[in-house]
Each structure stands twice: as structure tokens, then as C-alpha cells.
């Protein structure tokens, strides 16, 4: 793990091209970090998706940093909707 913090940008494309590399679609990719099945992605299924997607294991402010990035409707989580449109925007 680096001990640079990722930029939001940095955040994203790390994502896209994990997606890229692995031939997963944003759908995909929510399925996967969604593991408790509930329609959105909390602080500890991201942490985890990233640590298996990506490699690197970032810490709790650096994972709430991203979080509030993308959670436009402000509940704590990331819809599928939410994870689309920021993975969109960078690319």
C-alpha cells in the first residue's frame, strides 16, 4: 500500500481500470462490492471491494473521503446509480 491518500480522481481511475483489465461493467463491479445483498455499498464492503479489485488496502477516512464523493443522496452508501455516474464522469 501506498501511504499517499488517493484522490477522488485517483479513486476512480484505479476502479475503471481494474473494470477494464478485469472486463467488468460498473453493474459488475457494484454486484461484487454489494455482499450483503442490500442495494448499496457501505464503508466495509467498499474498503474490502477495493482491497480485492485494486490491491491496496486504504483506511477508514481515506474509504468515508470516497464515499461522500459519490453518495449524492447523502445516506452513508453508494447505489448503483451513484457508482455510474462516478465512474462516468472521469472517463
Excluded at 2 to 21: M, Q, R, T
Amino acid at each position: 500500500m501506498s501511504d499517499d491518500a488517493w484522490s477522488i480522481s485517483e479513486a476512480v481511475g484505479k476502479l475503471n481500470e481494474a473494470l477494464a483489465e478485469k472486463g467488468m461493467s460498473v453493474d459488475d463491479l457494484f454486484s461484487r462490492l454489494d455482499t450483503d445483498g442490500d442495494g448499496s455499498i457501505n464503508g466495509p464492503e467498499l474498503h474490502h471491494g477495493i482491497r480485492d479489485m485494486v490491491g491496496d488496502i486504504l483506511s477508514p477516512g481515506q474509504i468515508s473521503m470516497i464515499i461522500v464523493a459519490f453518495d449524492v443522496n447523502e445516506d452513508h452508501r453508494i447505489d448503483l446509480g451513484e457508482l455510474r455516474t462516478a465512474l462516468s464522469e472521469e472517463e
